[in-house]
């Protein structure tokens, strides 16, 4: 016999006995402990090949993680899906990319790439943009210009200008009287352009500012501005301020009627904004963008596929079927859905293949917690006591079958790089585990609980230095007053194995046959 099911998604809590800053191992967390020893549990991967990355060399990220967890299979994601694309030549077939060579020739203009400058691999990949450079190039394109986004977040934190190197190595050796190429502006992610779920639209609008108008603090070289902002205000890649490259006050590159413009991020979450700044530009109402270029403009993919946003792009995202949303829509499962901001896109949008709409208005209810625009590590408890209050009042009402929350505090904090502040966000999500668990046993209501990928379980690298990326560790997973009977079956499995033993827990021995098999017997 079934119960009713609530799955909780600890982001960002890996799991490992290694101590390199592991503010999971260190938090108080007396939930967290009972279910990964009392209750039946496991450990999961959620990482690389896992979740349809490249390689297992390569760090999972909350959007591959929620399209496993609510679809039950690996596609490929991102990275993998550009490395095909690239290494088959079939992105420079693709309209967008035609589009974009033919308006900057026909125009006379420049073609210019934004983007995150770094190899995290998971918003972005140094290697696709110099590989776009060269084929610019080779397509007698004149004049490219690069507006690069410093990372420190999925990369060390103070490593920006190694990909600078990088990248004006490379343009050196392209630049002759046929070609120019340079950087035009920049600045730190989590400063300009790269906002997301539309959480603080200032960015963009500060990222329009620096890479469209050349409005902001001008600099002879992107070395320049890095170190100088450094030197005067301490700050690591991800939260150095915007800069224009340019020299007499001349800015480098703006972006002008008749130019094109390719956004080369993969990931979607941090793009879709900035997306919008482009396709929308005749509606555009979130801030006064002052100049409006009529350019052709084009995403590395389709950043949202019910918005069709943007409207060209260069690689076709992984067409996702057979979730477990529309699974449990087709047995007349109702289902509820909850996240503060930060993650709300993840339980929704991601969790339902790359779909922004619901499958049905009448069986699925999503419920967001605003997040609060304030660095996460000044208010490590950010939105889960508030999170918590609506899953129990949902939970209580009986309405729901299936129940799933986000708590992002071990991600979103562990992103800072701040320790102490960190083990205060996981002792956040512990605390507030307490009353699900209680909400679950006084309904009698069956709860998994897993996470999507690590960050908060590893803290320092080699160096010393904190460590603000995600990690490769496994992640926990643990079922919770299961239907009598439950046990975790032996062998390996990863976040695409999680459907399946959600609808088990429900009652269900049909899942589809595109799913990977539960974990649980």
Avoid at 181 to 201: F, H, L, N, Q
Avoid at 269 to 290: G, L
Wanted: hydrophobic share 40%.
């Amino acid at each position: 016999m079934g119960k009713p099911v609530v799955l909780v998604v600890m982001d960002g809590v890996g799991w490992t006995d290694k101590d390199n800053g592991n503010a999971v191992m260190h938090a108080y967390k007396p939930q967290i402990d009972e279910l990964m020893t009392k209750w039946p549990h496991t450990t999961i991967k959620a990482s690389g090949t896992a979740v349809g990355l490249p390689s297992d060399d390569d760090m999972g990220n909350s959007e591959v993680g929620h399209n496993a967890l609510g679809c039950g299979q690996i596609y490929s994601q991102g990275a993998k899906l550009v490395n095909e694309s690239i290494e088959s030549g079939d992105i420079y077939k693709a309209a967008a990319w035609r589009g974009a060579v033919d308006y900057a020739k026909e125009h006379d203009g420049k073609l210019h790439f934004v983007g995150l400058l770094s190899d995290g691999n998971v918003h972005s990949n140094i290697s696709h943009l110099i590989a776009m450079l060269k084929e610019a190039k080779a397509e007698g394109l004149k004049e490219v210009r690069v507006h690069a986004l410093l990372d420190g977040r999925d990369v060390p934190e103070t490593s920006a200008l190694t990909y600078v190197d990088q990248l004006e190595n490379t343009i050196a050796e392209l630049n002759d009287d046929t070609f120019h190429a340079c950087i035009a502006s920049g600045g730190g992610r989590m400063v300009i352009t790269m906002d997301r779920y539309e959480a603080d639209w200032a960015m963009v609008e500060r990222g329009w500012h620096i890479h469209v108008m050349g409005d902001g603090r001008m600099f002879t070289s992107a070395k320049e501005a890095i170190e100088t902002y450094r030197a005067e205000g301490g700050y690591t890649d991800q939260y150095l301020p915007g800069f224009v490259i340019g020299n007499d006050g001349v800015p480098a590159g703006t972006i002008d009627d008749g130019d094109s413009v390719i956004l080369y991020n993969f990931r979607g979450d941090r793009a879709v904004e900035f997306s919008k700044c482009f396709d929308y530009m005749d509606t555009f109402d979130k801030f006064d963008m002052v100049k409006k270029p009529k350019v052709f403009y084009a995403g590395m993919l389709q950043y949202d596929g019910d918005l069709h946003l943007p409207a060209n792009f260069l690689v076709e995202p992984p067409h996702i079927e057979h979730t477990m949303s529309e699974y449990l829509v087709n047995k007349g499962v109702m289902s509820y859905a909850c996240s503060e901001t930060q993650k709300f896109g993840h339980m929704t949008y991601f969790w339902n293949g790359n779909r922004s709409e619901k499958f049905s208005d009448e069986l699925e209810v999503w419920e967001e917690v605003p997040s609060d625009v304030i660095p996460f590590d000044q208010k490590p408890w950010m939105k889960a006591t508030e999170v918590t209050e609506k899953m129990v009042e949902a939970i209580e009402s009986g309405k729901y079958q299936f129940l799933r929350c986000n708590y992002p505090n071990g991600d979103m904090v562990g992103h800072t790089g701040n320790y102490e502040a960190t083990i205060i966000g996981v002792e956040s999500v512990d605390l507030n585990l307490r009353r699900v668990m209680d909400a679950c046993k006084k309904m009698d209501y069956a709860l998994v609980v897993v996470a999507d990928h690590g960050n908060s379980d590893e803290m320092v690298d080699k160096k010393g230095a904190a460590k603000t990326s995600h990690t490769l560790n496994v992640v926990p997973f643990a079922v919770y007053n299961g239907p009598e009977g439950t046990e975790v079956k032996e062998g390996e499995f990863g976040l695409a194995n999680v459907a399946a033993t959600v609808v088990k827990l429900l009652g269900y021995d049909d899942a589809p046959a595109e799913w990977l098999e539960s974990i649980i017997k």
